[in-house]
């Protein structure tokens, strides 16, 4: 006999099981807000969710199937978190500061341990700096104790230190470099002075009142010449300004050439020793502008004396091909890449000739004979050396365009010529606005005929 349920019994069972839904959902809805705001979840998460079952009087073997599948992934993942979680904390928020105490960054303990480990090391290499620094730019000459030996120049960039020499009575000879006037005084030929006074105790010169001089203690072999003019004199005895000699500009500075360097190098040294007179400064942007027709100017000249010397001498090319060389090369990639293709004496051709020059590139005997007897196999090294071999060689009848340029003047009053020539280009060229006092095109182009040692210029 069936037993029939009555319809209040059915409500209340469906009452029931939608209130352990709601139950259900709610908790679940409240762990995962709880995994949001901290991060993550606890080793403890799933037993405290179990005790809040318990705590409702539900086991959870008869909550539902979709549950229980949460409940044992939520487990797993826990058993994953301890293996997949950071070890040490990312931030640890060490303090950087400055020299002054003043916050500038946070960083890692392992960062702050790494700069405290390198302290000592960087220290050391500071005091070296400091110390090699000290012992570059000292004074070498100690043995004058004259302060003005040892005041230097405020600006490093400065071209022209303007250092008066004087002759044995005190005359104004000439304006030098630091560099000069300290090797005049450390050979004992030179001592650091002042102007000769006048008659109302005042100084006359052409420079500065706080001017550093030298002053000569024997007779220059000048000393009685009346050849300079004075616009020579006024040249030799003024300061000359550490500027651009095109726009004035007083920043960075390069020491240009009048006449090319490439030119001068190759010129008499009496044409170059002691001669700053064709040496200006120029800025960056002015030496530039001043480089590209002079650069042009020079490939016309080259080219032009070198059709003076025939049409062969324009095409002939600074390298030729050895044909010696260029055959080893040849032979070591061909034993390389089709020894099993070529005919055996043509391997053995090869095989020789390659080992012919490796033997002539050894110094000692006993390699060149184990080499030269064939015994052993050319090892893979050997074959790259003859496969790297350059055949491209200098050739023996090509002239450089300035050694063709310097050669075709023709003595002393060529040359002449030609540096005034490059001395008017230049003019021409950069139109200079700041040029040193007393500059001429026409100034004598030989060392010595200005009556006295004119390298104020920086070397």
């Not at 959902?25 to 995994?35: E, H, M, N, V």
């Not at 050439?257 to 400064?281: C, G, Q």
């Not at 053995?348 to 196999?377: F, H, P, Q, T, W």
């Not at 021409?428 to 004119?454: E, F, K, Y």
């Amino acid at each position: 006999m069936s037993s029939i349920i009555p319809n209040s019994s059915r409500n209340t069972q469906s009452l029931m099981a939608i209130g352990t839904l709601i139950v259900a959902a709610t908790s679940i809805y409240k762990f995962t807000q709880k995994r949001k705001d901290d991060g993550g979840t606890n080793n403890s998460a799933t037993n405290d969710e179990t005790e809040f079952y318990k705590e409702l009087g539900v086991s959870e073997e008869n909550l539902p199937t979709h549950i229980q599948r949460e409940i044992h992934k939520e487990r797993k993942r826990q058993a994953k978190v301890e293996l997949i979680s950071m070890k040490t904390p990312m931030y640890d928020n060490v303090c950087m500061l400055d020299t002054n105490r003043e916050l500038m960054c946070t960083i890692s303990m392992k960062k702050a341990r790494w700069y405290t480990k390198k302290f000592l090391f960087l220290s050391a290499v500071f005091i070296t700096f400091f110390i090699f620094s000290l012992l570059l730019f000292r004074d070498l000459d100690t043995t004058n104790k004259n302060p003005i030996q040892h005041t230097t120049h405020d600006n490093n960039i400065t071209q022209y230190d303007n250092v008066c020499m004087l002759d044995t009575n005190r005359e104004l000879m000439c304006t030098i470099s630091m560099k000069k006037a300290r090797w005049y005084t450390k050979k004992g030929i030179a001592e650091w002075s002042t102007f000769k006074e006048d008659d109302d105790g005042s100084t006359t010169n052409l420079i500065a009142e706080e001017v550093k001089c030298i002053r000569l203690l024997f007779e220059h072999n000048g000393a009685d010449s009346k050849k300079t003019t004075p616009e020579e004199t006024l040249y030799l005895r003024s300061a000359k300004q550490n500027v651009c000699v095109a726009c004035g500009d007083d920043g960075h500075h390069i020491r240009h050439y009048i006449v090319p360097y490439s030119y001068r190098t190759l010129l008499p040294e009496e044409y170059k020793s002691h001669m700053s007179h064709d040496i200006v400064i120029l800025c960056p942007d002015c030496h530039l502008e001043c480089e590209r027709p002079t650069k042009k100017r020079m490939k016309n000249i080259e080219h032009d004396l070198r059709m003076k010397m025939g049409e062969g001498a324009i095409d002939i090319s600074p390298f030729i091909d050895d044909p010696h060389l260029r055959h080893i090369r040849s032979c070591g990639i061909a034993l390389v890449k089709w020894t099993e293709n070529m005919p055996t004496e043509k391997v053995e051709r090869y095989d020789k000739d390659v080992r012919e020059y490796l033997a002539s590139m050894c110094k000692k005997e006993e390699e060149k004979e184990a080499i030269l007897n064939g015994k052993e196999k050319l090892t893979k090294s050997q074959l790259q050396k003859a496969c790297s071999v350059n055949y491209r060689v200098k050739n023996p009848n090509f002239v450089r365009g300035n050694e063709v340029v310097v050669r075709s003047l023709k003595g002393a009053q060529g040359i002449e010529e030609f540096i005034i020539d490059w001395r008017k280009h230049f003019i021409a060229m950069v139109n200079p606005q700041h040029m040193p006092t007393g500059w001429r095109i026409d100034s004598p182009v030989l060392c010595g005929s200005m009556g006295g040692d004119v390298d104020g210029v920086k070397s």
